[in-house]
């Protein structure tokens, strides 16, 4: 038997967005109030993956559900899938939010809502907008009285100041790996690779959901281990490791439909993974090595900072591969 069961089993009837407040829980206060109190423009900003998308939606069903956001009924549920009448998400059609985008949903924020109550439009990572700032901007200085905007950025800098003045702004912090954890309860998916899961995910809920789905991507990850456990160090076998590292999976089975750039993306973001993976059970004592473990740390730390440098895979993967094992 599963020894987590009887956790998985203990939430089962919470709230299913329940993870979004686990060691946060001042952040549902604060969408009590201002559900309470509505105001046209919000903006959750925080790292990427701390679930500032999910609490966006988890606003629109406390607005919009007629129990207040109880996650379960036909509104919660059509939330969730983003089939709601009286809710609009923009989606990008390439990597940054273009012009056209803006027009698009905000076509939509002009209607009068469908159910009498309020109209909701999310516009996640604002801080993408291209050229497009000046026409949002315009919106939501007179937004129609029932519409509610509610953005999400990285951070409140540059280009989205002006947007962000006008906001109610709530900063979201890092998700812990309890949360991450309590996340992938919400799933039923607690197995043997839940450890690797939540240790790889580094507080990043794409992460977790990304693994959660791929279990190709845990295998990987797992492979990073031998960079230290595996012997003997020869330069053949190292060049070897270090390509079959380079040779990520894909992130998702939709990668297919993916734009070059956001493939590019997810790739890196496997690969800082899989160093963040390794560093994590580097800096836990759970491997056996036979070197000095600060300095692997560092080497990884290295590796980490050029691959977010945009330095190629392969060249992050083998810097990092062979600073470590020839220690
Ligand atoms: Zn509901």
Known sequence: MNPQSTDFESNQGKDPDHYLFVGRSYLRDRLHRFAETLSNTYMFFGPPGSGKLELALHLATMVLCPYGGCGRCGTCISISRGEHLDLTILRRSGNFIEIDDVRSVLRDAVQTPNYGGNRLVIIPEIHLAQRSGPTLLK????????????FTAEAIEGEILPIASRCIQIEVPRLSDAAIKSYLMTLGTLDDQTETIVEASIGRLDFAKSLSQNPAMVDYLNQWLAVVESTPHTPT????????????PPLSSESETKSQGRKKRDELDLVLMGINYLARQLSKANLRTTFDRQEALDALSRAARSLQLNVSVALAVREAVFSIALL
């Not at 919106?139 to 129609?144: C, G, R, V």
């Not at 076998?237 to 990520?248: G, K, R």
């Open 139 to 150: 919106t939501i200085e007179e937004p129609p009285s029932k519409t509610i905007f509610i």
């Open 237 to 248: 076998a190292l060049s070897e490791l270090a390509s079959i590292l380079t040779e990520a």
